[in-house]
């Protein structure tokens, strides 16, 4: 049975839907933040509230860094400790233009020296563990190759690789043969993350590469977020159960986001409104639409009713 991650995804798993999801619906292993980076005015408040022990303390949860140089990684490094953290997580696969252009994420594979020399700076924090999250490359898949001597030599607890470029972003295929030649010449712990949005799909992963040491869901874990539950259970929820649960989860973030958001109504209706560009695709167009053209919190929270018990 693989270990599940959640994969971070930027707007959307912030510390109230993390900790929410880990009380309802459970099946994760480990949380990861969106990425924390550096910017010219230093932390942004929001990654500071989220990665705040105190709203932190339901899931095992493990901060997620961006950089480009080794002085931002210290920099981020060094307040993940401070905030009591143990474990950090290394983007080098986002694929968004803003950060690639400033090479971090993806952007920086193409760059081996700058992205050996981020690297190299987790030799000076021994006493935490790491981990990298990565793409196959930017533009090319010998990207990933060419730091691959490197990440075998380097204390890390574990990677996890997207198969596909970052020229890509989310789309087109996944790329099976690059994946497998990184499962095989990878000496660290591999987790599998990419277009896994049902147990079918987890399980042939898993099936195809038995020596997984897990799998990271993302886009798949918010469209249904009892997909974890249901694999590492090994059975699966009927409609009334998750339509149960799903009223829940969905309550509870609904009360969370309210005593944490201070933009009134508004903010708390766009914010949950955001949870419904992944939450339940394959629903009735018509009350899922009626839930996304919602103007007030009472229209909203008749739509959410009528999609959720029809």
């Not at 994760?28 to 933040?33: I, K, L, W």
């Not at 980076?37 to 509230?49: A, H, T, Y």
């Not at 007030?296 to 009528?306: E, F, G, I, M, Q």
Request: overall charge neutral; hydrophobic content about 35%.
């Amino acid at each position: 049975m693989a270990v599940i991650h959640f994969a971070p995804l930027q707007g959307y798993t912030d510390s109230v839907y993390r900790e929410v999801h880990a009380r309802i619906f459970g099946g994760v292993d480990t949380y990861y933040t969106p990425f924390v980076r550096v910017e010219k005015s230093g932390f942004r408040n929001k990654d500071l509230k989220d990665i705040a022990r105190d709203g932190n303390k339901q899931a095992h949860v493990v901060p997620q860094l961006i950089a480009s140089t080794p002085d931002e990684f210290r920099l981020i490094v060094r307040l993940f400790r401070e905030k009591g953290y143990r474990e950090v997580d290394i983007n080098l696969g986002c694929p968004f233009p803003m950060q690639v252009r400033a090479h971090r994420g993806s952007g920086l594979l193409p760059h081996q020296e700058e992205a050996e020399s981020l690297l190299h700076t987790i030799e000076e924090f021994p006493d935490l563990s790491f981990s990298v999250k990565m793409r196959l490359g930017w533009e090319r898949t010998e990207e990933s190759f060419a730091l691959l001597p490197l990440l075998n030599k380097l204390p890390l607890k574990h990677i996890t690789l997207h198969p596909r470029l970052g020229i890509q972003q989310y789309k087109g295929v996944v790329d099976w043969d690059g994946f497998s030649r990184f499962y095989e010449e990878c000496r660290h712990p591999l987790y599998y993350n990419g277009d896994l949005l049902g147990l079918e799909d987890i399980r042939a992963v898993k099936e195809r590469f038995p020596g997984l040491a897990g799998i990271m869901l993302g886009r798949g874990l918010l469209a249904s977020p009892w997909l974890a539950s249901e694999y590492m259970s090994g059975q699966a929820l009927n409609v009334k159960e998750i339509r149960e649960r799903l009223v829940t989860f969905h309550d509870l973030l609904m009360d969370e986001y309210a005593t944490r958001l201070e933009g009134g109504e508004h903010q708390l209706l766009s914010k949950m409104k955001t949870v419904w560009d992944y939450l339940l695709p394959e629903a009735d167009k018509k009350p899922r639409k009626k839930v996304l053209k919602s103007t007030s919190l009472t229209s909203y929270r008749s739509a959410v009713k009528d999609l959720l018990n029809p």
